[in-house]
């Protein structure tokens, strides 16, 4: 039951100060679109890059001629990105006040090591946005499909090799996620990788994970494993071989196999598929396999949950793929117990996902 109250009904087991906060919490889930929206248009400004290059606290209207835009809409943006955390007023000289870079907006910046630009302009390109409106029929649908075939008559994989645009975007986005979590994985690492000579990192992309690996641990010969239509089209690195194929059918031979982003995509059938193939092309008394995945319930970093993380991107999972999804601890547990490995230990790092490693 409701109550009318100055002609607004309320619900009768909420006061006035707690009813203000549950309706701010719908509207702020009403209008969760408009936080990557925003970011994505500041991307495209090029608000970060700017800023990089300037040390002082940059006004307003330099900031707006700088980027060629309208000063009342920019400083709407940024006031928005502001109260987001993601940029930062500072008072500056005659009472003015100037713009500057914070942790958060330095991931913005087109280009750079840490940037996670490619990763917002691929979530919120229109192909990857399409499928969420298709979300309740997945749910609802008894049919082994995915929102985003509903949405593009073809899954993401096969969408991707008919276009090299999305292809790209696709590649681009992973390798800024590799550049962010590879750092966490080499400085907190070393040990996994100690006596590997050779490593396949299958579904590695462009290249750029193992390309960091071979980088930090100079003794390792890598193998980047891809489709066709990914591996082709990978540049040269040093110490890396460019490998087609698909891990489905067989994976190439190397003393340990790198798994980092690739079996969220896929169900329970399919990942132990694809880790059979693993256990296959690695030596059973030595070999390992290692996997960068979330586990939804591990925390980091003295307790600190992750798990809303792992949440959200377990609805990505749900959106852009057919089966895939982020495990539990406990999921893992069984699909790697039912592909054959006989053990396998959770590493923790300062990292969204930690590092499992898996032994035949």
């Known amino acids: 039951m409701a ?18 906060q549950v309706q701010a919490d719908i509207w702020r889930c009403i209008s969760g679109f408009s936080e990557m929206a925003v970011a994505k248009c500041a991307i495209e400004l090029g608000i970060s890059d700017f800023l990089e290059t300037h040390q002082e606290p940059v006004p307003l209207n330099q900031l707006s001629s700088a980027l060629g835009c309208s000063a009342s809409s920019l400083h709407r943006i940024l006031r928005f990105l502001i109260n987001r955390g993601i940029f930062k007023l500072v008072p500056i000289e005659n009472g003015e006040m100037g ?40 749910v609802l649908s008894n049919e082994n499909s995915g929102a985003f075939s509903a949405a593009h008559g073809k899954d993401l994989w096969e969408y991707a090799k008919t276009n090299p645009e999305h292809s790209k975007l696709i590649n681009d986005a992973l390798a800024c996620h590799a550049r962010v979590t590879m750092h966490a994985i080499i400085d907190n690492c070393v040990e996994i990788f100690k006596g590997i000579d050779s490593l396949v990192d299958v579904g590695g992309g462009n290249g750029t994970t193992l390309g960091m690996l071979v980088k930090a641990f100079p003794w390792i010969n890598g193998i980047n494993f891809d489709l066709p239509h990914v591996a082709s089209v990978a540049p040269p690195c040093h110490g890396v071989v460019h490998v087609e194929g ?9 003393q340990a196999v790198f798994l980092m982003s690739v079996l969220h995509d896929w169900g329970d059938e399919e990942c132990i598929q694809i880790l059979k193939k693993c256990i296959e092309a690695i030596p059973k008394d030595t070999g390992k396999v290692i996997i960068v ?9 003295k307790g600190k949950s992750l798990k809303d993380v792992g949440i959200m991107l377990d609805m990505i999972m749900m959106a852009h793929t057919t089966n895939g999804k982020e495990r539990t601890a406990k999921e893992w547990d069984h699909i790697l117990s039912a592909a054959g490995f006989s053990r396998h230990t959770i ?4 990292a969204i996902e930690p590092v499992i490693v898996a032994y035949p």
Do not use: C
Request: aromatic share 6%; glycine share 4%; charged share 30%.
């Open 293 to 301: 995945e979330a586990v939804l319930d591990e925390k980091i970093d």
């Open 246 to 254: 698909d891990m489905f059918h067989s994976v190439p031979k190397a």
């Open 3 to 20: 109550k009318e109250t100055n002609g607004f009904a309320r619900l009768n087991d909420v006061g006035e100060e707690e009813e203000s």
């Open 99 to 138: 713009y500057v870079q914070t942790p958060v907006s330095r991931l913005l910046k087109r280009d750079g090591e840490n940037s996670m630009a490619a990763l917002v302009l691929l979530e919120s390109s229109p192909v990857m946005l399409a499928p969420w409106h298709y979300l309740s029929a997945r």
């Open 347 to 350: 590493v923790q790092i300062p």
